[in-house]
């Protein structure tokens, strides 16, 4: 289908990130994420600190979807590319030990090894998760040209010596209908387009190889814009012209306004299969649902770091909106590296054991909000603001390599769908997820070569 | 760990409550064993019949048995900064905890010259990171032999262990490895590694420097074989590394095989593979690419074998973006899942405060806690501290989740008797709590000023809020 992608584009891309230009420099740990430059005081005004603290809701609470543009996911086609510029130090043959120097040991040494046999253990789980169809094709009446299957899991991520990996996790990356909050390394990469959710949408996709995009309509929110909803999702007419992926609808995270923004996406994206974010148990979820059955949605069933609360929203869900089981994604929340990813992590996996181990109320497929990883001030200061701290190197590197190991590590908790937004995270994602998936071929030629060699 | 229950511990105790162990009870130290923060020999009873009979001392040998973790645990290093791998009981956290965490050792060669050396172990000694009240330190060095060239690599790995930090000497010439374990056997490094070619050689070397010693092959029969054949060699000390393979299919087989040895270890049980775990990061730098993209391949392959069984690694890069993500990693695995890290309530002086000084309050949670500390002694702000009790909540989370309350707040307010300390009537909350702003007021009388969202930003804050106009 889609071009492939060779080691040399994947090279090529990251060089582009190699280490920017630090002219802006500053030790002082200054916030680069800016509210439209306005200095704001939060005393003052609670309207403007919720907006501020919707940032965390607003990145985060991007729900997004997922398929394979397999554009970059045949990532390294290669053979053996290694014939690396090392000195090839030949390994030496294993010297015969000068008796004269050798203490007599007192055991007797074996002259051959003990055979032994490693019998690899198989474990098999008697639940699966459920698995959800993103996006419409025309067959379907859509006007997608792909969907994008996320779950249908029998094993633990990646164990495809256990069972295939019947889908690879989706990348979805976020697109607002406001210019919004973002951390500067992030920023550049979209500053050319924020004016325009279609043509942000259009370089996520083109450029960035995203599966697919989700459309924030933060501007819903009652303390901003307050657009209304039926002027809100002409956005989302735009944005569907635009990329042909499944996309996800994401609301303000404003537990009031909510319910009806979401009811009038669906109603517009009436038929593509689109994700609704969010469901949440504090809001009228039941309307959410009832929009999404009537125009053949998927929701996103969100809940804060507690497995009891996801499974009660769940069952409401099920029980009370009566949603069918393939309609349904869970959105347990996201911490960052450093910042409550122990929680996000263990909570993770504790849900995909139990739906593995045949909890139906936990077996759905889990979205991941990995744009929250920009939150740690790892991610996105300076240096450190603290005297003792080791210098923290450019956080040009820094930052995407945060939201990498906070996406990687909940990958193995078991997410199958994460929205992010640093292109290079979504680039480096993609090929691990290939490459422990068994999609891309190849490997060193010597494994054993780093032992000998001058780095 | 075999046993199961308190009840079994306790069986073979001496069931005398005498308090020796420190703890009030017998089962009291027994349920200590479970969850190993006791050990066996810390009742001394026990120990002491031992000594004198041969049937005690059995009863003995039979519990540290029963009670020894499951993967078996390697001393690497001596003194203070000795290293544990392996202990491990568990493949999920939550199940328990994880242990001993990933012991990280970082590359230096033997042709590099030794003002290099000497730069890169600074910078390996030197490393620091605050996080969560204390600083995370790097562990130790792997020394490699590139030279090819015995009297260099003992020089070298003198050099390195004038340090003082653990060491994984590599080198698979026997004659190399020897060498260098002539000159710092005493500090018990790791050597690395037998393999089907120089087993024979390693096997006594192992033996007669009484090191330990990784076992290295990808075959994951022939990994079997060489533990089997070490361990009833008399070597204890095993470590197993199931070979590294960077990228594409490798790196899948990669995962499979460390997975493998693992779940082998602890869902069937298997001794003769119950072995701490080593994976080489470094091998990243052997693909194709500028230094970014492999140290930033390395990083996801650490990443990968923090999460999933790796109980020790080597490092080729010593740069911030390899460093810093994976130590913090590293720490969130292996924090106790069974409890929040959290410090004591109350009130703290910071800086020496006077009377005029500001107010502030945070919460108990240990990362909320060190990380607002640290920022007003960075930033030289002088105040009084007062600590929340949210049973080891942050910020956002315990005020939406109703621990950090008004009336909390007053309450601490009386018990710390901060009014009789300064002269005013101001306190600065977190601005993540802002919308509890009115209630403290009502609930406290003081005037309430909402400060930062993040106490990094304190000094700033202070600089145009502090002292407030009236
Ligand atoms: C980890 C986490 C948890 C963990 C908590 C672990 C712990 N020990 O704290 C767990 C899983 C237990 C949890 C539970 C809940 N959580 Co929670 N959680 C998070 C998460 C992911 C990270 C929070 C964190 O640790 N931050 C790091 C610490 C260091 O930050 P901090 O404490 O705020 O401190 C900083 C600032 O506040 C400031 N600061 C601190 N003190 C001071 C003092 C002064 C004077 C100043 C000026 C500044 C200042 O500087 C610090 C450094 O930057 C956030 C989402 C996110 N990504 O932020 C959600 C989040 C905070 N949780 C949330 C919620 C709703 C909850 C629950 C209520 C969910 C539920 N329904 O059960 C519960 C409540 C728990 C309880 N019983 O109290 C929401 C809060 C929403 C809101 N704004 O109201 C968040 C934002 C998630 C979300 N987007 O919805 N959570
Ligand atoms: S020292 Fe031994 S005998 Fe004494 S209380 Fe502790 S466990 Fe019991």
């Known amino acids: ?455 | 760990m075999k046993v199961k229950s308190p009840l079994e511990v306790y069986n073979f105790l001496p069931r005398t409550n005498c308090k020796e162990c420190g703890y009030e009870t017998c089962m009291s130290f027994a349920s200590h064993i479970l969850d190993r923060s006791a050990k066996v020999f810390d009742c001394k009873p026990l120990v002491r019949d031992a000594e004198n009979d041969a049937k005690a001392k059995e009863k003995l040998e039979k519990l540290v048995e029963l009670t020894s973790p499951e993967i078996a645990e390697v001393v690497v290093g001596v003194g203070s900064s000795a290293l544990k791998i392996g202990g491990e009981e568990v493949l999920h956290r939550h199940e328990l905890t994880f242990f001993n965490p990933t012991a990280f050792f970082y590359d230096v060669w033997d042709s590099l010259e030794d003002k290099k050396i000497d730069e890169r172990c600074d910078r390996v000694v030197s490393y620091k990171k605050f996080y969560v009240g204390k600083y995370l330190t790097l562990d130790g060095f792997a020394v490699r032999c590139t030279s090819n060239d015995p009297k260099r690599f003992a020089e070298v790995a003198k050099k390195v262990a004038g340090y003082g930090k653990p060491m994984v000497l590599i080198a698979l010439n026997p004659e190399c490895m020897k060498s260098a374990l002539e000159v710092v056997a005493d500090q018990r490094p790791l050597i690395y590694a037998a393999t089907e070619g120089n087993w024979k050689e390693f096997l006594k070397l192992a033996l007669d420097y009484k090191v330990p010693v990784v076992l290295r092959a990808k075959d994951l029969n022939l990994l079997k074989s060489l533990a089997v054949t070490f361990r009833s060699a008399g070597v204890k000390d095993i470590v197993l590394d199931p070979v590294t393979e960077p990228i594409g299919e490798g790196l899948q087989g990669t995962f499979e095989r460390v997975i493998q040895l693992r779940r082998k270890a602890i869902l069937d049980g298997d001794k003769d593979v119950a072995y701490p775990i080593m994976v080489t990061p470094i091998a990243a730098w052997m693909i194709e690419g500028d230094e970014v993209t492999k140290a930033y391949w390395e990083t996801v392959i650490a990443s990968m074998f923090i999460v999933k069984y790796a109980d020790a690694m080597i490092f080729h890069s010593i740069d911030q973006h390899v460093v810093m993500p994976t130590l913090t990693l590293r720490f969130n695995i292996y924090t106790d899942p069974r409890t929040p890290v959290q410090v004591a309530p109350g009130l703290r002086e910071i800086n020496n405060p006077t009377p005029d000084d500001p107010v502030f309050i945070t919460t108990n949670f240990a990362l909320t806690y060190y990380t607002v500390e640290n920022d007003l002694n960075s930033a030289k702000i002088r105040g009084w501290l007062l600590v929340m009790n949210t049973e080891g909540i942050g910020v956002e989370a315990s005020v939406a989740g109703g621990k950090f309350t008004a009336s909390k707040v007053k309450d601490l307010i009386n018990e710390t008797k901060i009014g009789e300390k300064v002269k005013h009537r101001y306190l600065v909350i977190p601005g993540l709590a802002a919308r509890l702003q009115g209630a403290i007021e009502d609930e406290t009388g003081w005037k309430v000023l909402v400060g930062p969202i993040d106490s990094g930003r304190l000094k700033g804050w202070m600089e145009e809020k502090w002292p407030p106009k009236k």
């Not at chain 1, 495809?160 to 990348?171: G, R």
């Not at chain 1, 370089?203 to 989700?214: E, H, L, P, S, Y």
């Not at chain 1, 080791?390 to 995407?400: I, M, Q, S």
Request: aromatic residues 8%; proline residues 6%; glycine residues 6%.
């Open chain 1, 1 to 455: 289908m889609a071009k492939k992608f060779t080691l040399e584009d994947f090279l090529a891309l990251l060089k582009k990130y190699d280490v920017e230009v630090l002219e802006d420099v500053k030790i002082d740990g200054e916030l680069e994420i800016e509210l439209e430059g306005s200095a704001v005081d939060l005393s003052a005004f609670t309207a403007l600190y919720s907006l501020l603290s919707e940032f965390g809701n607003f990145l985060y609470h991007a729900n997004m979807a997922l398929t394979y543009l397999q554009r970059l996911s045949t990532m390294l086609g290669i053979p053996t590319p290694f014939q690396v510029q090392m000195p090839a130090i030949s390994a030496p043959a294993p010297a015969v030990v000068p008796t004269e120097v050798v203490k007599v040991p007192e055991v007797k040494l074996p002259e051959r090894l003990i055979e032994a046999k490693f019998e690899a253990p198989k474990v098999e789980y008697p639940g699966y998760i459920e698995e959800v169809v993103l996006g419409a094709t025309r067959a379907d009446g859509g006007t997608r040209e792909y969907v994008v299957k996320l779950g249908g899991e029998k094993s633990l991520a990646f164990y495809t010596f256990d069972k295939p990996q019947p889908n690879l996790p989706a990348i979805a990356i976020d697109v607002f209908d406001r210019p919004p909050a973002l951390a500067k390394a992030v920023k550049v990469h979209y500053e050319d387009v924020v004016g325009s959710p279609s043509e942000w949408a259009k370089k996520c996709v083109k450029k960035f190889g995203a599966d697919m995009v989700t459309i924030h309509l933060v501007s819903t929110d009652p303390l901003l814009e307050n657009t209304p909803a039926s002027e809100a999702v002409k956005v989302v007419e735009d944005v569907l012209q635009a990329v042909k992926c499944p996309i996800v609808i994401g609301g303000s995270g404003n537990k009031e306004k909510d319910p009806e923004v979401l009811e009038k996406a669906a109603e517009v994206a009436e038929g593509e299969r689109v994700m609704l974010a969010s469901a949440t148990l504090d809001m009228d979820w039941q309307r959410i649902c009832e929009a999404a059955k009537k125009y053949g949605h998927v929701v996103l069933s969100w809940t804060q770091m507690d497995i009891n609360n996801q499974k009660m929203l769940n069952r409401y869900l099920l029980k009370r909106a009566n949603m069918p089981r393939n309609s349904i994604v869970m959105d347990p929340t996201t911490a960052a590296l450093g910042y409550g990813l122990d929680y996000a992590f263990t909570n993770m996996e504790r849900i995909r054991l139990s739906g593995l181990k045949g909890d139906n109320e936990l077996n759905f497929p889990i979205s991941s909000g990995t744009t929250n990883a920009w939150g740690a001030r790892e991610a996105w200061m300076v240096d450190s603001p603290l005297e003792g701290d080791t210098p923290w190197g450019p956080r040009e590197l820094r930052g995407p390599i945060w939201e990498i190991v906070t996406g990687l590590t909940l990958s193995l908790a078991g997410v199958d769908m994460f929205m992010m937004m640093h292109p290079l995270a979504v680039a480096v994602l993609k090929e691990v997820f290939n490459m422990l998936s068994g999609k891309t071929k190849g490997n060193v030629a010597d494994a054993g070569k780093w032992i000998f060699a001058e780095v």
